[in-house]
């Protein structure tokens, strides 16, 4: 038996509950109902304070660094952030700032956003896949948007996104057992 993926969730909401936060954990059950995993959930919500006043990573708390380093170490990133300004959080940005320029070569990530309405859609392919092709990550073809009327508070409610998210979960996982199997040096060579 392999070990099981290891699954690296990372929440751009600034807010507790979050739909965001929600829509993540909805994604990793999905792939956790195809595979075992072990999925860690990254909140900044958790992480944000720590993370405002650092210009590099060495100025980060020994709990931020961890949080880095199990990004950098994810067979699988699901990443996500509701639509803020046209855009992503602040600090989801500033978060992956930090991330090391080639740790993420070749690492699959599944992209996520929430938003007020449908017209917020493109943040996924206009502001989160150029984050992650910088990375030279394989960001995965099917993005996951949800908007408010997905939810009944801070659930799911949407047969159609619930469909999406269980088409998300079944795609990504040939690309994640492709990726876990080949060498970091392999990727980035």
């Given at each position: 038996?392999?070990?099981?993926?290891?699954?690296?969730?990372?929440?751009?909401?600034l807010?507790?509950?979050?739909?965001?936060?929600?829509?993540?954990?909805?994604?990793?059950?999905?792939?956790?109902?195809?595979?075992?995993?072990?999925?860690?959930?990254?909140?900044?919500?958790?992480?944000?304070?720590?993370l405002?006043?650092?210009l590099?990573?060495d100025?980060?708390?020994a709990?931020?660094?961890?949080?880095l380093?199990?990004?950098?170490?994810?067979?699988?990133?699901?990443?996500?952030?509701?639509?803020?300004?046209?855009?992503?959080?602040?600090?989801?940005?500033?978060?992956?700032?930090?991330?090391?320029?080639?740790?993420?070569?070749?690492?699959?990530?599944?992209?996520?956003?929430?938003?007020g309405?449908e017209r917020?859609?493109?943040?996924?392919?206009?502001?989160?896949?150029?984050?992650?092709?910088?990375?030279?990550?394989?960001t995965?073809?099917?993005?996951?948007?949800?908007s408010?009327?997905?939810?009944?508070?801070y659930v799911?409610?949407?047969?159609?996104l619930?469909?999406?998210?269980?088409?998300?979960?079944?795609?990504a996982?040939?690309?994640?057992?492709?990726?876990?199997?080949?060498?970091?040096?392999?990727?980035?060579?």
């Amino acid at each position: 038996m392999t070990a099981p993926y290891r699954i690296v969730a990372v929440s751009g909401s600034l807010h507790e509950p979050s739909k965001t936060t929600a829509l993540l954990r909805a994604i990793a059950a999905a792939i956790a109902e195809r595979a075992e995993v072990e999925v860690q959930l990254i909140e900044l919500t958790a992480v944000g304070p720590a993370l405002a006043g650092a210009l590099r990573r060495d100025h980060l708390p020994a709990s931020v660094e961890a949080q880095l380093i199990a990004i950098e170490q994810a067979d699988l990133l699901i990443v996500g952030s509701p639509v803020y300004r046209a855009s992503f959080t602040g600090l989801f940005k500033h978060l992956f700032d930090f991330v090391g320029q080639y740790a993420l070569v070749g690492k699959p990530v599944l992209l996520a956003a929430t938003g007020g309405g449908e017209r917020h859609a493109l943040i996924i392919e206009h502001q989160l896949r150029p984050l992650f092709a910088f990375f030279q990550a394989l960001t995965l073809p099917l993005g996951v948007y949800a908007s408010d009327t997905d939810f009944d508070g801070y659930v799911i409610n949407s047969e159609i996104l619930q469909a999406r998210i269980s088409l998300a979960a079944e795609r990504a996982l040939p690309l994640v057992g492709y990726a876990a199997s080949r060498s970091a040096e392999a990727l980035v060579g």
